[in-house]
Structures are given as structure tokens and as C-alpha cells.
């Protein structure tokens, strides 16, 4: 039994759930309230950092943020949360300029 009243936990519910996720430093929205069943690892804002030999995962979204420690780690199987884009692969420039000229003979 709790000593908050139920029908004020019900109605500040939403108020309860933003302080909770101010202190979460490493999701920008808090895990969930992406669409559904997608992880983070999936989104294109997942950056992987290689520190000592390990690989930890962050959000690009908050880079600015980011420490060495595990308080801005996410993991890769979290839910996904409203910053949640779509990952594309990588795509490479090609250019024709400074080529040698094509000679046939």
C-alpha cells in the first residue's frame, strides 16, 4: 500500500513520467514512445563508440552529452523512443573527375 492516493497518482501520471526520464541521460524521449517493437539499435541516431578495445552505444541526439561512464549508454535492444529514424546504409561517392582520360584504340 502506498501512501500517495491512487486517483492523484492517475492524474499526474504524465508529470511523474517526465521527471523520470530528465534523469535518464542517455535517451533524448524516453524508451517506448517510438514506434512499436523498434529498438535503438535499428535507428539511424545509433552511433557505436570504440573506447578500450570495448564498444559502447549512444545516441547521436545528444552527443554534446556524452561521457566516458556508463550514464549515456543505451543499449541496442531498448525500445525505441520519438527520435527514432529509420537506419540507411552508408552510401560511397563515386566521381569521374581527375580519371584518366578513356582512350580507345
Not at 524508451?31 to 529498438?39: D, F, I, Q, Y
Not at 557505436?48 to 535492444?77: E, Q, S
Amino acid at each position: 500500500m502506498s501512501i500517495i492516493e491512487q486517483t492523484w497518482l492517475d492524474l499526474h501520471l504524465d508529470a511523474i513520467t517526465q521527471q523520470v526520464s530528465k534523469r535518464d541521460k542517455a535517451h533524448p524521449y524516453q524508451p517506448g514512445t517510438g514506434p512499436k517493437l523498434e529498438p535503438c539499435g535499428t535507428c539511424q541516431k545509433c552511433s557505436a563508440v570504440d573506447y578500450h578495445n570495448k564498444r559502447y552505444y549512444k545516441c547521436h541526439v545528444l552527443m554534446k552529452f556524452w561521457t566516458n561512464g556508463p550514464g549515456t549508454d543505451i543499449r541496442k535492444k531498448d525500445l525505441a523512443c520519438r527520435s527514432w529514424e529509420p537506419a540507411t546504409e552508408k552510401l560511397e561517392v563515386v566521381t569521374t573527375r581527375n580519371r584518366a582520360p578513356r582512350i580507345d584504340y
